[in-house]
């Protein structure tokens, strides 16, 4: 049996039915620390370039996109539910875009999700440069706060990765963009579906299922980059009662299939992106290599076709996150059948 992806969308926010609050409106000049800088917008920003999948779906949740002018770095396809809102905004960029593409369209906020974009060593530029043309850059608190991304790859988490991060990261580009009232229902939507799904996964009381998640590979015979202890899908499985089977605190760290197959988790999770960086981006590679594979293809897992495969952006801080942790639920009640 092969579990399927899940794609839930925002679907919860249509079925808020509590009466908006007021509306609070931002007062500008707005100052925020971010990261250990500080950033000032004299106004509501126009022109905005997304450097991100997840700060691009977090403002097409908090309805700007008339105020977007381009986005870049995707990893699957638009949700659903922002279809409309992206058809209006030109993508600059599959991938990394260059400094000048985004700069070219005179921004007036540049976000992103990653600090390895736009940081001491960014690469699509440094906030100094940014800075110097007098266009705030904003890296989302997840990817900062209990995290040390100077120490190469993807990072290290320094503290465990929380949830709130992410929060504070919609409430801040609803602030930015004086959207707050719908920032807040977003946020509240989303809290709503992550204690239903907690709630779900600790009542079929499983002992001791554990997991591995597989995000990709530099190539098929190398090592897989697997989620480590204190990331994104870490955090889901500590809410969901899994235990990881990787122990290291590097973000995504490469662990030999050897030594995977040894800890034999219950479950193997997959991801699956449009990205075609890497082979192993494509989740198809990925389910041929571990049924054929002399190592992998024994695993109790694999035998027993616990595979389940969930969307890259759902392992990031993005709107997604919430899918994921729903997608795994879905499949820990397979474990208890």
């Known amino acids: 049996m092969q579990f399927p992806s899940l794609r839930a969308g925002l679907a919860g926010l249509a079925l808020l039915a509590a009466t908006p609050a007021p509306a609070q409106q931002?007062?500008?000049?707005?100052?925020?620390?971010?990261?250990?800088?500080?950033?000032?917008?004299?106004?509501?920003?126009?022109?905005?370039?997304?450097?991100?999948?997840?700060?691009?779906?977090?403002?097409y949740a908090l309805g700007v996109e008339d105020r977007m002018a381009g986005t870049s770095l995707w990893f699957n396809s638009v949700m659903p539910a922002f279809a409309e809102a992206d058809a209006?905004?030109?993508?600059i960029a599959d991938n990394t875009p260059s400094f000048e593409s985004v700069v070219g369209k005179r921004p007036g906020?540049?976000?992103?999700?990653y600090e390895?974009?736009?940081g001491p060593q960014g690469a699509v530029g440094t906030r100094e440069q940014f800075a110097d043309l007098g266009i705030p850059a904003y890296v989302m608190p997840p990817d900062c706060i209990g995290k040390d991304n100077l120490s190469g790859g993807d990072g290290t988490r320094t503290a465990d990765f929380d949830i709130a991060t992410l929060?504070?990261?919609?409430?801040?580009?609803?602030?930015?963009?004086?959207?707050?009232?719908?920032?807040?229902?977003?946020i509240a939507a989303l809290k709503a579906r992550e204690a239903k799904a907690v709630e779900t996964a600790k009542a079929l009381s499983l002992p001791d299922a554990s997991a591995v998640v597989w995000f990709s590979s530099a190539d098929m015979d190398l090592d897989?980059?697997?989620?480590?202890?204190?990331?994104?899908?870490?955090?889901?499985?500590?809410?969901?009662?899994?235990?990881?089977?990787v122990q290291s605190d590097e973000e995504w760290p490469t662990v030999g299939w050897e030594a995977i197959a040894k800890a034999d988790p219950s479950v193997v999770v997959i991801a699956k992106m449009d990205r075609r960086r890497f082979p192993a981006d494509d989740y198809e590679k990925k389910l041929a290599f571990l049924k054929s594979d002399p190592v992998t293809s024994q695993m109790t897992?694999?035998?027993?076709?616990?595979?389940?495969?969930?969307?890259?952006?759902?392992?990031?801080?993005a709107l997604q996150i919430v899918d994921g942790l729903?997608?795994?639920?879905?499949?820990?009640?397979?474990?208890?059948?």
């Open 26 to 59: 931002t007062v500008y000049p707005l100052t925020l620390d971010n990261c250990g800088h500080k950033i000032t917008f004299p106004a509501r920003p126009d022109n905005v370039v997304t450097v991100g999948q997840a700060a691009t779906e977090v403002l």
């Open 88 to 91: 209006k905004v030109e993508r």
């Open 109 to 113: 906020f540049v976000p992103t999700m």
């Open 116 to 118: 390895w974009m736009i």
């Open 167 to 186: 929060y504070q990261s919609i409430a801040e580009m609803a602030a930015i963009m004086d959207r707050q009232d719908q920032g807040a229902e977003v």
């Open 224 to 245: 897989p980059y697997v989620a480590g202890q204190r990331g994104i899908p870490a955090w889901m499985m500590r809410q969901l009662g899994l235990r990881n089977v």
């Open 301 to 317: 897992a694999v035998r027993n076709g616990r595979i389940l495969i969930i969307d890259a952006e759902a392992m990031h801080p």
């Open 326 to 337: 729903e997608a795994l639920t879905d499949g820990m009640k397979a474990l208890s059948q």
